[in-house]
């Protein structure tokens, strides 16, 4: 067992999955959007002249699917008293659509229109998605004001930050349970992707206005996962140890590169005393992080989640872990660790680089304890504590990489 734990389903297996799952008009599309206007071609069913053109053009088709996923995605992050102007543009761009692709032999004009449109509507998309981001990151100063706010949006995110909000208690509703369930079942009924395995996932969940607050922020991070937004400072400093569980590996694929974690925060694991270790394990674990291929996610995001709570919150890496797969993962970590102070196989890491790594730790632990005192107010005996449990994850989540194959051969 390696220091993060996918759940159910093997990294490479997900990815696999992940490209394979079609884009069938009506199962990339939320059924909610389609009945606000967004009506991607159905070519079984294709019986306009113009239908049936664009069907038999395989690259026209293709971006139909792409151009109809996009737009049911803008209309989430566009305000229900600001769609009318982009429906009406939509419109019009369809009946010029229609006039330019109705030629078979204006194959070439067709996509490029296409392409024109699909571009426009992306950066929409993102622009869309940033003014919504740009609300959420104004929760700490009014809760109350953001949930207004979300209101006005029918979007899977929208949703979700609204189920954020009441299940925290940070803004009060009435019948707040039946509210989340009813929100968190509009998600899923038709907010998504059509993506079988991150639904099942969300569903196994369950009723998410009893779940603990470390499953409801799973729930929220599966569904910013399907956006281009991050995952905020203020959930970690919040929350603390669930969100920071909730927000680490999941996959162990290419999955886990989502959502971004926040970009605001200097990991203390860019001091010079930690580099000056880094530089002489990371050449070793290079190459078993190459060789696990679309696992290596995984393992980079536990990095990058190691990195963030021991530079954000660094008091919490004292807490117990919350949830079973934490568990496992603070049993794997303390094996890693032992990996290391026993550390043999020379083949694989040469004794004057491993040598070297054990001297230069504990002047990483002393700088690190020190920047805890003066950085967060830590007592003495604490920060010394959380230095020495940032160390571990910083050895254990990079010796999990050397001893893989040994952990699954147990």
């Given at each position: 067992m390696t220091v993060f734990s996918p759940r159910w389903l093997s990294g490479a297996f997900v990815a696999l999955c992940a490209l394979s799952t079609p884009l069938t008009a009506q199962g990339a599309i939320a059924?909610?959007?389609?009945?606000q206007g967004v009506v991607p071609i159905d070519c079984a069913k294709a019986t306009k002249p113009i239908e049936r053109t664009l069907c038999a053009n395989a690259d026209v088709r293709a971006r139909d699917e792409q151009l109809s996923e996009i737009f049911a995605s803008l209309l989430g992050y566009i305000p229900h008293d600001e769609r009318e102007s982009v429906q009406k543009a939509q419109a019009t761009w369809l009946a010029e659509r229609d006039r330019v692709c109705e030629d078979k032999d204006k194959a070439k004009a067709c996509t490029t229109l296409y392409d024109?449109?699909?571009e426009a509507l992306s950066t929409q998309n993102e622009a869309g998605q940033e003014r919504l981001a740009a609300v959420i990151s104004t929760i700490p100063k009014d809760a109350k004001a953001v949930a207004s706010a979300l209101q006005r949006y029918d979007g899977a995110a929208a949703k979700a930050w609204l189920i954020y909000l009441y299940h925290s208690g940070a803004v009060p509703v009435a019948d707040k349970d039946a509210e989340v369930q009813r929100l968190a079942d509009g998600i899923l009924k038709d907010g998504l992707p059509n993506d079988p395995y991150l639904l099942e996932e969300m569903k196994n969940i369950g009723d998410v206005a009893k779940a603990d607050t470390a499953g409801m922020l799973l729930f929220l991070r599966h569904v910013l996962s399907t956006t281009e937004m991050d995952a905020p400072c203020f959930l970690f400093t919040k929350h603390g140890q669930p969100a920071f569980e909730s927000f680490g590996p999941f996959w162990g694929a290419a999955r886990d590169d989502t959502p971004e974690l926040c970009h605001d925060v200097r990991s203390i694991y860019e001091m010079p005393e930690w580099k000056k270790l880094e530089s002489l394990i990371d050449p070793t674990i290079a190459p078993a992080l190459a060789e696990r291929g679309g696992i290596s996610h995984g393992y980079e995001r536990q990095f990058a989640i190691d990195a963030l709570q021991a530079s954000m919150v660094p008091s919490t890496l004292l807490e117990a872990p919350h949830s079973p797969e934490a568990k496992k993962?603070?049993?794997s970590r303390?094996?890693?660790v032992a990996a290391f102070r026993n550390w043999h196989d020379h083949r694989v890491w040469p004794e004057a680089q491993?040598?070297?790594?054990?001297v230069a730790l504990p002047a990483a632990i002393s700088a690190t304890a020190k920047f805890y005192q003066e950085k967060f107010g830590l007592a003495p005996?604490?920060?010394d504590?959380?230095?020495h449990a940032a160390a571990d994850r910083f050895i254990a989540s990079r010796m999990a990489l050397l001893t893989a194959d040994e952990a699954e051969d147990d």
């Open positions: 059924q909610g959007a389609i009945a024109a449109r699909i993962a603070a049993e303390d094996k890693a491993y040598k070297a790594a054990v005996k604490i920060a504590q959380a230095a």
